[in-house]
């Protein structure tokens, strides 16, 4: 073995057929891309949920309802979620960060804390928003609920 008989491993090394490069490669003239048409022109690139020039989906079935723009959106927290995390971590005080640590919540959510469940220690629970029921809940076993 020497230089004059090294190749590459079968099948390492693929030429791509250059396409519009003459009639001699096989792929010349046309390109490939048919005869005439939008789809045949360079630069052409079909619009999403384009179906051929019949009426697309989005554009045929109706629209409905109301998309308040102005809705703010909470991450639900139970009271029975709270009891586990503060007897799992014992501590007295909850707040975002505690939430954020357990994995409850995310960096960019406001939290809302529900009624759900019992609660039967004393907690000072920090949070965006506060359900009724669970203000109350909090407030019976003498602790406080604080809104951020």
């Known amino acids: ?65 109301f998309k308040n723009i102005n809705r703010v959106e909470y991450k639900a927290i139970n009271l029975s979620t709270l009891e586990a995390l503060a007897t799992k971590l014992n501590t007295e005080r909850i707040d975002f960060q505690t939430l954020l640590t357990a994995g409850l919540i995310n960096k960019n959510a406001l939290v809302k804390i529900l009624g759900k469940g019992a609660l039967t220690r004393k907690l000072e629970v920090h949070a965006h928003a506060f359900s009724k029921s669970a203000q109350e809940a909090i407030e019976a076993n003498k602790g406080t609920a604080v809104k951020l």
């Open 1 to 65: 073995m020497d230089l004059s008989n090294l190749k590459p491993a079968p099948g390492s090394v693929k030429k791509e057929k250059r396409i519009g490069r003459g009639e001699g490669s096989g792929h010349g003239g046309t390109s490939t891309r048919g005869h005439k048409g939008a789809k045949s022109r360079s630069g052409y690139s079909r619009k999403i949920g384009f179906e051929g020039g019949q009426m697309p989906l989005q554009r045929r079935v109706p629209k409905s309802g």
